[in-house]
């Protein structure tokens, strides 16, 4: 009897340990995964967020995702459209840059057994307020989420006097949110 109740505790045991790793993969254990505009989101769980801007132009984008890092400056930002290909409103991007960055390109993300190729693309912003300006630079990963969806997962430089570029762990974890991203009800 007591054979028979210890194997038993083994296999619920290692029946519930199996399942806790067949998610490890696919969701970093301090991420998080929110639901907005469509889209579902996994970002680092210290992430502030998401807070969603409406469209402004009706040929825009149809919303604004933003989220911050715990420090309260911008980290990622998504823009969602929908009856677009991704490689459609790269291109569109880039001929409208002045000045132009890196043009459109396919990259290839992978982790673990996860992959998925993106559009990436270079673009550059400028801010000013009473305390100076500057200009950075933004790295756009276009998503074609799924056939009538696209995102564009977009990582910048810092707003500081000069010029500034997404450090290379933002572009990291932008790849990763890119990697991850699906449309809402389904998995990240």
């Known amino acids: 009897m007591r054979v028979a109740l210890a194997l ?3 296999v619920v045991g290692a029946c519930g340990s199996g399942a806790a ?10 991420w998080a995964v929110h639901e907005a505009a469509g889209l579902r989101i996994a970002t680092p769980a210290a992430w502030l967020g998401p807070e969603v801007l409406p469209a402004i132009e009706s040929s825009g984008p149809r919303a604004w995702v933003m989220f911050r890092d715990p420090s309260g400056a911008e980290a990622v930002t998504l823009m969602t459209w929908r009856d ?4 459609s409103l790269a291109r569109a991007q880039y001929q409208g840059e002045l000045p132009k960055g890196d043009a459109p390109m396919e990259l290839s993300l992978a982790e673990g057994s996860l992959t998925r190729t993106v559009i990436a ?3 550059f912003a400028q801010w000013s307020d009473a305390n100076g300006s500057g200009r950075y630079e ?3 990963l276009y ?10 997962v977009i990582a910048c430089g810092a707003h500081i006097r000069g010029t500034s570029t997404p ?3 933002l572009q990291r974890t932008q790849e990763r949110v890119a ?10």
């Open 121 to 123: 693309l270079t673009a």
């Open 21 to 30: 790793t067949s998610v490890a993969p696919t969701l970093p254990a301090d």
């Open 138 to 140: 933004c790295r756009h």
């Open 8 to 10: 038993a505790l083994l």
């Open 167 to 169: 450090t290379p762990e």
């Open 179 to 188: 990697l991850r991203l699906g449309a809402s009800g389904g998995r990240p």
């Open 84 to 87: 677009a290909t991704a490689s």
């Open 143 to 152: 998503v074609q989420v799924d056939p009538a969806l696209v995102a564009a």
